[in-house]
């Protein structure tokens, strides 16, 4: 949970900074928006992939995580 809300914390600065670095080139509006979005998603996929990948392994050893309890609740009840 950690790495993926310190992910989405990075985004949201990114994103910040976008604006306001696109706000200062003169753009407005919904055009400042749309730059925003595409510069910092660009920014984010070259920057950030350390910490994407760390935030897929802990998902991914959550849904694990989960899916082996399913499984031996399965088994469980399969042997009652």
Do not use: H, K, P, Q
């Amino acid at each position: 949970m950690r790495a993926t809300l310190a992910y989405t914390a990075v985004r949201f600065v990114l994103f910040a900074v976008a604006v306001g670095l696109i706000y200062l080139a003169g753009a407005r509006g919904l055009l400042l928006i749309a730059l925003a979005l595409l510069v910092s998603g660009a920014a984010s996929y070259v920057l950030l992939s350390r910490m994407r990948d760390s935030m897929a392994s802990s998902i991914n050893r959550r849904i694990e995580s989960v899916r082996s309890r399913i499984d031996e609740g399965s088994r469980v009840e399969d042997d009652r």
